[in-house]
T-cell receptor, first 118, second 110 residues
Framework: DAGVTQSPTHLIKTRGQQVTLRCSPK?????VSWYQQALGQGPQFIFQ???????QRGNFPDRFSGHQFPNYSSELNVNALLLGDSALYLC?????????????????FGEGSRLTVL | GNSVTQMEGPVTLSEEAFLTINCTYT??????LFWYVQYPGEGLQLLLK?????DKGSNKGFEATYRKETTSFHLEKGSVQVSDSAVYFC?????????FGRGTSLIVHP
């Protein structure tokens, strides 16, 4: 049973460029959320996707966008990259708890995509 | 808003010492609480969880009790091993957005 898989594992971009990160959820999961983890910090919630729609969003600008596909996989897109976007981007999957969208459930994380912006 | 506060690290211990990592939270209502562990170069792994007040989560010798009165969920282990060296994150389920603490690095020496 494959867990959460993310690609690419590492990438380097320059300021102003755009990046797309990909995530495949754990088998049986239908919800994907994305997190930004800066060095020495905890993960910061970016957004959550369920039924191909963005359901919840953290305090991130519109440069951060996403998509969920019918097979539940997801993409995170970041436009107009800034130096401060350098971080580990984590994807987590879960099964929708059905409790009004509350994130009370267990999250399964991938190993992350390490983005460096020069 | 919701927040999670963890004790500053790094926590440095000798093998077989007792471990406590403090975690307190602020949230609306009574969220589920979690501890995750992150080894170098890896994603976060769920260590244990508790879904209601007075619940005790436990796994691999680690324990944490959901204390509603003190809004705390401190992580403990009676005898740490070198292999426990990692970063530990406390998480609140929160109302809608999962909230993580900043993480506490644990270093265990032989």
């Amino acid at each position: 049973d494959a867990g959460v898989t993310q690609s690419p594992t590492h990438l380097i971009k320059t300021r102003g460029q755009q990046v797309t990160l990909r995530c495949s959820p754990k088998s049986g999961h239908d919800t994907v959320s994305w997190y930004q983890q800066a060095l020495g910090q905890g993960p910061q919630f970016i957004f959550q996707y369920y039924e191909e729609e963005e359901r919840q969003r953290g305090n991130f600008p519109d440069r951060f966008s996403g998509h969920q596909f019918p097979n539940y996989s997801s993409e995170l897109n970041v436009n107009a990259l800034l130096l401060g976007d350098s971080a580990l981007y984590l994807c987590a999957s879960s099964f929708y708890s059905g409790t009004g969208g509350k994130n009370t459930g267990e999250l399964f994380f991938g190993e992350g995509s390490r983005l460096t912006v020069l | 808003g919701n927040s999670v506060t963890q004790m500053e690290g790094p926590v440095t211990l000798s093998e077989e010492a007792f471990l406590t990592i403090n975690c307190t939270y602020t949230a609306t209502g009574y969220p589920s609480l979690f501890w995750y562990v992150q080894y170098p170069g890896e994603g976060l792994q769920l260590l244990l969880k508790a879904t209601k007040a007075d619940d005790k989560g436990s796994n691999k010798g680690f324990e944490a009790t959901y204390r509603k009165e003190t809004t705390s969920f401190h992580l403990e282990k009676g005898s740490v091993q070198v292999s426990d060296s990692a970063v530990y994150f406390c998480r609140s389920g929160g109302s809608y957005i999962p909230t993580f603490g900043r993480g506490t690095s644990l270093i265990v020496h032989p």
